[in-house]
């Protein structure tokens, strides 16, 4: 790590809790290095997570964080906003954490346009309760509650979130760092609810039910399989089936939700 | 400076108070009979500067609170039952983070959507055990509309003071009420806010006793120095810890911050008790019938009195040990459910004092009749 990162670190909290191979640490590494890039005021950046191994990041970044309850990071992260809309907030998620039970609170806070920055570490799987399927996982794809095959069909979390009106959409992978670095720094810049789904990798559970035990498999499939959101556009669906589109899908300015209050605040006490 | 007489109904009440209290931001989602209350923050708060937002549920409404106390502000939800169902993991989270925030639950008739419109007192256990594993948590009933501005602002208070979500336990009756109230000069309302830290301290422990009071000060975020919060059981620097000494003086000292301080925290009514044979416990809008029934059973010659318990939890162990000095011989407990507060005063009582339910569920309230029958029928008993 360049040592000009350290401060961003609570460095007596490590060792992490993360298994040898997970991609929660790639991601982390990223979140920070966007920061660092931006220059964005450190005592200024509030960091919101929920519950599951990806929620436990928070706890090793040295900023104002709050690690809440399962699914619920942005509801809180919602209050903390509204009330004081000078800070900068990410909230850190998992795929069961923001998909699942926090699927609810996904929806409304993009649909408020809320400046949130959502980082969704989709590992396909509940990596902390020991490999159940989330909303996530592929069809198909084993998991310790689909032992003889996930009959579940599983959400394309960028559609969602750009249907449902979230203002800045993307995804990127823990393969491809430098560009999921840019695409932070993008999200974090953008004024309104930014997604950002990371297509993470859990070697532990996910890994091991599906035949990659190894980590460095699964970043192989992670680059095999990505294409970019560009060469996508001229594929046909036959051949865009099973692989990852990266980039940005989508960037529009729609007026954001706490500036929008700020006007109500104002015709309030206007009185007109 | 002559004040000024308004007709009020209790949950106008709830919003005045806790604008006087300071709340300046509230998260709710409609539900009755407590909806008025989130209608008459979103008017009334931004004309204060302050901050309104309608969640899409009740959890996400405790979520919101929790993160807006965080930053400072003196936060407030209002729901009823269904929906302070939807609220208890995330009250358990304001509770082991101490995060100051006052639940507003307006009871109406239960389980399950039961009778939205009517009044109950059936949340009694829930408001103290709703969430769980073991616990810390305040929580105070009005039976008056002016009660209900009073109390708010209590809410708050004792909230920020120690610590603790604070629930103001209404029912439908005292909700939507009105009532003729003089409201206080502002000035001469006694506000507490959370103890604060001077930030320019180097480090922070936010769960650090610095004061020895078992009340940790707080700091916001964004003041200065980052600190991390969470709802798993933390040392005092505020991270996560698995070590039994260090679980076991947490939960010691949230629940000795509240229970070191009963004095402060318990409230309750004493009306002819001194006399009394028998010793009506109430609450809420039921104490309302109960004072009406002890003041006709006087005049029959009843030896009669009731007991207003104003903080519902923690119990006011103190007060039922205090009529054991007193002639009193029995105790009758009326509430609208099938008994709740019934067995803590059972074991309050320690067979001291024969006791009695008056129990009614059916989405009406207990009138002064019912109390002075059964009264009559405990006299032939005893
Ligand atoms: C209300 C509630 N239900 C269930 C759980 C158990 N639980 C903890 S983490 C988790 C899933 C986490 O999966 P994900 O969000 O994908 O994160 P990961 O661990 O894979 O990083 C579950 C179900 C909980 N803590 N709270
Ligand atoms: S279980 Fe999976 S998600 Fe959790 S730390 Fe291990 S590899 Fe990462």
């Given amino acids: 790590m360049r040592k000009e990162l350290q401060k961003y670190f609570r460095n007596d909290k490590l060792p992490h809790i993360w298994c040898p191979g997970c991609g929660h640490g790639i991601i982390t590494g990223a979140v920070v290095r966007a920061i660092d890039n931006l220059k964005l005021n450190q005592s200024k950046v509030c960091i919101v997570s929920g519950i599951g191994c990806s929620s436990r990041a928070p706890g090793y970044m040295n900023f104002n964080t709050l690690h809440t309850t399962h699914g619920r990071a942005l509801a809180f992260a919602t209050g903390i906003k509204m009330a004081n809309p000078d800070l900068k907030i990410l909230v850190l998620t998992g795929d069961g954490d923001c998909s699942a039970i926090g699927g609810n609170h996904f929806i409304h806070a993009a649909r408020r346009n809320i400046d949130i920055t959502t980082i969704v570490f989709n590992n396909s799987i509940y990596g902390m309760t020991g490999g159940q399927y989330s909303p996530m996982t592929p069809k198909a794809a084993f998991a310790t509650t689909a032992p003889y095959g996930n009959i579940d069909r599983n959400f394309d979390l960028c559609k969602l979130a750009q249907s449902a009106g979230a203002t800045y959409v993307a995804r990127g992978t823990v393969f491809h760092v430098p560009q999921l670095i840019k695409l932070i720094e993008k999200a974090l810049k953008h004024k309104g609810f930014s997604l950002l789904d990371v297509v993470d990798i859990c070697p532990t559970y996910f890994g091991r039910r599906n035949k990659m035990s190894s980590p460095i498999a699964m970043m192989n499939k992670i680059r095999e399989m990505s294409v970019t959101v560009r060469s996508a556009s001229k594929m046909s669906e036959e051949e865009l089936s099973g692989k990852i589109v990266i980039g940005e899908f989508h960037e529009e300015r729609v007026p954001e939700y706490t500036e929008e209050y700020a006007k109500v605040i104002e015709k309030a006490q206007g009185g007109n | ?382």
């Avoid at chain 2, 708060?45 to 996400?60: T, V």
């Avoid at chain 2, 103290?128 to 305040?138: L, Q």
């Avoid at chain 2, 006793?209 to 707080?218: A, K, L, N, Q, W």
């Avoid at chain 2, 620097?237 to 000292?253: E, H, I, Q, Y």
């Fill in chain 2, 1 to 382: 400076m002559s004040k000024k007489i308004i007709l009020m109904q209790g949950n106008e009440a709830c919003v005045e108070g806790a604008l006087a209290a300071g709340m300046r931001f509230f998260a709710g989602y409609p539900i009755t009979p407590s909806t008025e209350i989130a209608e008459i923050s979103a008017e009334k708060l931004p004309k204060l500067g302050g901050k309104f937002i309608q969640m899409e549920d009740e959890i996400a409404s405790m979520g919101a609170i929790i993160g807006a106390s965080l930053t400072g502000f003196k936060s407030m939800t209002a729901t009823s039952g269904p929906g302070f169902s939807l609220k208890q993991e995330n009250i358990g989270f304001a509770c082991l983070a101490e995060i100051p925030c006052v639940v507003v639950n307006v009871q109406r008739g239960g389980p399950s959507t039961g009778l939205p419109t009517l009044p109950a007192q059936g949340d009694v256990m829930q408001t103290r055990w709703g969430t769980h594993g073991d616990h810390p948590i305040i929580v105070i009933s009005p039976s008056s509309v002016r009660e209900v501005y009073d109390m708010t602002i209590r809410a708050f208070n004792l909230s920020e003071k120690y610590r603790v979500p604070c629930i103001l336990l209404m029912d439908e009756v005292v909700a939507h009420m009105r009532e003729k109230v003089e409201l206080p000069e502002q000035s001469s309302i006694d506000i507490i806010n959370r103890k604060y830290l001077n930030p320019s301290m180097s480090v922070y422990k936010p769960y650090m006793d610095y004061d020895g009071d078992g009340i940790p000060p707080m700091m916001n975020f964004g003041d200065g120095l980052p600190y991390h919060v969470t709802g798993l059981i933390h040392d005092i620097s505020g991270f996560p810890s698995t070590n039994a000494d260090v679980s076991k003086d947490l939960l010691n000292r949230l629940m000795s911050k509240i229970y070191n301080n009963l004095d402060d925290i318990l409230e309750y009514e004493n009306i002819y008790t001194e006399d009394a044979e028998t010793v009506i416990v109430s609450f809420g809008s039921t104490a309302r019938s109960v004072h009406r029934a002890v003041y006709l059973l006087r005049q029959e010659g009843f030896k009669v009195g009731m007991l207003r318990l104003k903080t519902i939890w923690p119990f006011a162990h103190k007060a039922i040990k205090k009529l054991k000095q007193t002639p009193v011989r029995n105790l009758l407990v009326a509430e609208m459910n099938f008994g709740q507060l019934l067995e803590t005063v059972k074991a309050s009582a320690e067979g001291a004092f024969r006791t009695y339910g008056l129990n009614k569920y059916n989405g009406e309230l207990i009138t002064p009749q019912e109390v002075i029958n059964k009264v009559r029928e405990v006299a032939k008993h005893a």
